[in-house]
């Protein structure tokens, strides 16, 4: 792991309000490159919003985020269009980034896809969205990665081919940003863990040195505080 | 980038319309029915169709038109696609004016078709008017879909989208299509240059400030 004192995002005392009702509470936080924040907390605890504030998607009712690299997100819909092809959609975002026309077809490629290239996406299982999804994400090689719920969907084929393309991110120097409910399947590609509740980040802490056991029994304990 | 990421956004529009049609079949039956209601719904010996000419030309191009505004943010609403242009390097005025571009040939596409019918069911005679009516038609155009798309941004994460837009547009375009109404009659009639002017004036003068004022206004309307 090549974790770095270099942070990609800092997040500093943000809160976002829809109404009256606060969604995200005072989070402060630093994603450095080399880093895999996993964001684990029950349903409605404000993983997805942070995502998104994190994402510059909405903005913060107050504090602030610092994004110092591009950004990539995988969201909960995919951002593709059912109409075209998985190359087409791809292709279309190559062209908004800017980057080599051959990048998208390198991509379906490594993603599995490579058969359905030319297969509207309106037909695609779940899991082949999920992975055109990340590969849409990846297209314009961004430093910063933004993934919620990225195994949603997929297979175990599939779940291995995203958690060995997260650890290759990693060690490239990415700073990743992961909210999942799929804790287990995620912890070894994770050097941090941050638990939400009530929209707050209640703890954040390296993964090192903790056992699976003691994460999972953390997790739990949250979702039966949120209950 | 700003060019670059309109030019994709307007082909990528366009591709989706070209696949589905859906939006562009619906404006041209619509069309259709519009000229041939108006045409027989008159008592041709109490109203001559040239003067009912400039009127139904401007209703089936709005109305028409107005069936195709919605698509182009219903398209990034699907699934959320809005979200991933937002994420990409294409500034708002890029989005806008890619969304634009591709409305103003889809709109475009069905004046063009809706046209020729115009002239067969209402038998007026465009021919020696050509250059200035197809100018007239495009000054109309840039601001029925520059007001029309900034409004279907606004609209589309409503739930009833399709009915707010028509609402919300109608009002703004009150001049530019009177305008286009007077501008028009005095071309069919053949009317000197000199009379058309002032309404030009109108027409143009309506074409910048709103073009300048929904590009200023839209990076505001696509910010959650």
Redesign the interface.
Known sequence: MHASSDPLIVATDVSWRVGYRWIVRQVSTTVSAGEVLLLVGGNGTGKTSLIRLV?????PTKGAIQRRAE???V?H????????TAH?NLA??A????VDPARPVELLNRMGLAKAIDQRIATFSRGMLQRLAIA?ALLHEPRVLLLDEPLSGLDDAGSRVVVGLLEELRDQGCAVVIATHQLVELLDVATDIGFMAAGKMVEHAPVAGRDAGQVVNRYRALLEEGQ | MTWRGAVAIARKDLAIEWRTKTAFMSSLVFAVLVLAVLFFARDATAVSAFDMAPGVLWVTFTFAGMLGLNRAFLVERENRSLDGLRLSPATPTAIFLGKVAGNIVFVGVVELVSLPLFVLFYDVAIWRQVPLLIGVIAMATVAFVAVGTLLSAMVVRTRFSEVMLPVLLLPFLVPPIVSAVQLTWRILADRPLAEMTGWLSLLGSFDIVFFILSLLLFDAIITE
Do not use: P
């Open positions: 994402a510059g998607l909405v903005r950004v990539g997100m969201a819909h995919t951002m593709l269009y059912d109409a075209l087409e279309f975002v062209r908004l980034h800017g849409r």
